[in-house]
């Protein structure tokens, strides 16, 4: 690698707003914020809006989209498709 051209790459902490999960990995993501650690170091914090601790196909509660509503509506707006 060539030095100089590369972001620094340390450990820092990411937080899920939605889930109350947070995770401390290495990462090149900067940030204003501070967070202390369970080790009593303190590391940059980044707030992330879903993670595996609230995204749907992880906790295995997914939702159910109406797509037979969806498939009337567009039928009735541009009618049905002849082959």
């Known amino acids: 690698m060539k030095p100089g051209i590369h972001p620094e790459y340390r450990p820092v902490v990411f937080r899920d707003r939605a889930g109350d999960f947070t995770f401390l990995t290495r990462s090149t993501a900067t940030s204003d914020r501070t967070i202390e650690w369970e080790d009593g170091n303190t590391y940059p914090l980044i707030d992330v809006d879903i993670s595996s601790a609230s995204h749907p196909f992880y906790t295995g509660k997914g ?21």
């Open 63 to 83: 939702r159910v989209i109406d797509t037979a509503g969806r498939v009337e509506r567009f039928e009735q707006r541009y009618g049905r498709r002849r082959r």
